[in-house]
């Protein structure tokens, strides 16, 4: 049968288009497992029972945001997915491994099971997995286990081609133990291949627990980024319980001006299911103000 000449030209445009581009239905890795290469706004859901009112409110944010979802301590990991299904569907998603503070808890063979069992059930549906949240916190633990922890669930995250996220405790003198104080345990216990393959680098800081203390920033994560080359940086956790604090300290993080390229914000509100569920609630206008000026 003779194709005639117009149809042949189609018919080889769109073969040679395939091998080109490859299969454009199924997105790479990084493609799909990373939420842009935009500034992250992220919030932090700490439980998931009052979902469609969550779901609303993140509907509500103007900037899509990064909900970072806390998967509680012995709970199964089916258990969240009907919720970062839906959760997903409307934001991207930063999966905690485990909070920092019951990571004492458990041994780290259960670390490394709970991570592959996250992995195996939610993979689908998480963005980005932290492998280790305020890893150098005082309360995680004996440091030598807090590592083998922290580097058996990197190993696993990135055998699986995903995305992973590291969280530090920052605490410039506020520290119990000097060798807990951040820059210093991250030199001396986070592996080179973290150093140099994690996708990204977080800072917790909670002013409460630090004297109210207002670091340089800027230097901060200079500093960061020199011990992280490779990692896209930013804050992993930020909040206060004082009610008349809140605001003021969205609007200071979200539009927090730091320069360096790879500064990619974060934040993380830890009280958002408290202060911004449901939709209703003033502190929703406060940080979809915040989150839009700083993109401006």
Same mark, same amino acid.
């Given at each position: 049968?003779?194709?005639?000449?117009?149809?042949?030209?189609?018919?080889?445009?769109?073969?040679?288009?395939?091998?080109?581009?490859?299969?454009?239905?199924?997105?790479?890795?990084?493609?799909?497992?990373?939420?842009?290469?935009?500034?992250?706004?992220?919030?932090?859901?700490?439980?998931?029972?009052?979902?469609?009112?969550?779901?609303?409110?993140?509907?509500?944010?103007?900037?899509?945001?990064?909900?970072?979802?806390?998967?509680?301590?012995?709970?199964?990991?089916?258990?969240?997915?009907? $919720?970062?299904?839906?959760? /997903?569907?409307?934001?991207? %998603?930063?999966?905690?491994?485990?909070?920092?503070?019951?990571?004492?808890?458990?041994?780290?063979?259960?670390?490394?099971?709970?991570?592959?069992?996250?992995?195996?059930?939610? &993979?689908? /549906?998480?963005?980005?997995?932290?492998?280790?949240?305020?890893?150098?916190?005082?309360?995680?633990?004996?440091?030598?286990?807090?590592?083998?922890?922290?580097?058996?669930?990197?190993?696993?995250?990135?055998?699986?081609?995903?995305?992973?996220?590291?969280?530090?405790?920052?605490?410039?003198?506020?520290?119990?133990?000097?060798?807990?104080?951040?820059?210093?345990?991250?030199?001396?216990?986070?592996?080179?291949?973290?150093?140099?393959?994690?996708?990204?680098?977080?800072?917790?800081?909670?002013?409460?627990?630090?004297?109210?203390?207002?670091?340089?920033?800027?230097?901060?994560?200079?500093?960061?980024? $020199?011990?992280?080359?490779?990692?896209?940086?930013?804050?992993?956790? %930020?909040?206060?319980? /004082?009610?008349?604090?809140?605001?003021?300290?969205?609007?200071?993080?979200?539009?927090?001006?730091?320069? /360096?390229?790879?500064?990619?914000? &974060?934040?993380?509100?830890?009280?958002?299911?408290?202060?911004? %569920?449901?939709?209703?609630?003033?502190?929703?206008?406060?940080?979809?103000?915040?989150?839009?000026?700083?993109?401006?």
């Amino acid at each position: 049968m003779i194709i005639p000449f117009f149809f042949s030209f189609i018919f080889i445009f769109i073969i040679s288009s395939c091998t080109f581009f490859g299969d454009l239905s199924k997105p790479s890795v990084t493609q799909y497992s990373t939420p842009a290469s935009e500034r992250i706004y992220g919030v932090t859901i700490d439980s998931v029972e009052n979902l469609p009112a969550i779901i609303k409110s993140l509907k509500g944010l103007k900037v899509k945001p990064t909900a970072r979802i806390v998967f509680d301590e012995n709970v199964e990991a089916s258990y969240y997915l009907n $919720a970062a299904n839906q959760i /997903h569907e409307v934001s991207f %998603v930063m999966g905690e491994i485990l909070d920092s503070f019951y990571v004492k808890s458990i041994s780290t063979d259960e670390y490394s099971s709970r991570t592959k069992e996250y992995l195996n059930i939610l &993979g689908n /549906h998480v963005d980005i997995w932290e492998v280790g949240n305020e890893i150098n916190g005082e309360w995680l633990g004996d440091t030598n286990t807090v590592v083998a922890k922290m580097t058996a669930a990197y190993t696993i995250v990135k055998a699986n081609e995903k995305t992973a996220a590291l969280t530090l405790y920052y605490n410039e003198s506020c520290w119990e133990k000097k060798s807990n104080e951040m820059f210093a345990w991250a030199q001396k216990n986070i592996p080179t291949t973290m150093k140099q393959g994690l996708d990204y680098v977080f800072i917790s800081y909670y002013e409460d627990d630090c004297n109210d203390l207002q670091p340089d920033w800027p230097q901060v994560f200079q500093k960061l980024a $020199a011990l992280f080359p490779n990692s896209k940086i930013g804050f992993g956790e %930020v909040g206060t319980k /004082h009610a008349d604090r809140k605001k003021a300290y969205i609007n200071r993080y979200y539009n927090m001006k730091i320069t /360096h390229p790879n500064f990619v914000g &974060g934040y993380f509100w830890w009280y958002f299911s408290q202060d911004m %569920v449901p939709s209703s609630k003033p502190l929703l206008k406060t940080l979809n103000k915040a989150m839009t000026t700083s993109k401006q």
